[in-house]
Nanobody
Framework: QVQLVESGGGSVQVGGSLRLSCSYS?????LGWFRQAPGEGREGVAV????????RYADSVKGRFSIFRDIGGKMLYLDMNNVKPEDAGMYYC??????????????????WGQGTQVTVSS
């Protein structure tokens, strides 16, 4: 069983930066971040494969967001830079015991944290 607990959400100004953290227990081959804006579906943001350096980003965040892990500390992070209004939403840390066929398909991740809210102000 994998348990995920996010933290670090809050309010950030357009163009600002924010770091999200996820503490995880158990073993997960693939870890990542999804987000959901009000009235929208869940959107994959970034994923990392356990044990290697394969990382994938959604086109909407490439060059602005960075996902990385502290393997020993069992932490997953998401650095959000040059934040835009469309980045607002609930951010979820996700995990899977395998590599999903579609990395950004939310249904392929059985483990989810409770979410942390990101608000973007102008």
């Amino acid at each position: 069983q994998v348990q995920l607990v996010e933290s670090g959400g809050g309010s950030v100004q357009v163009g600002g930066s924010l770091r999200l953290s996820c503490s995880y227990s158990g073993w997960s081959f693939t870890l990542g971040w999804f987000r959901q804006a009000p009235g929208e579906g869940r959107e994959g943001v970034a994923v990392v494969y356990w044990g290697d350096t394969t990382i994938r980003y959604a086109d909407s965040v490439k060059g602005r967001f960075s996902i990385f892990r502290d393997i020993g500390g069992k932490m997953l992070y998401l650095d959000m830079n040059n934040v835009k209004p469309e980045d607002a939403g609930m951010y979820y840390c996700v995990g899977s015991a395998s590599v999903p066929h579609d990395l950004f398909n939310a249904d392929e991740y059985p483990y989810w944290g409770q979410g942390t809210q990101v608000t973007v102000s102008s």
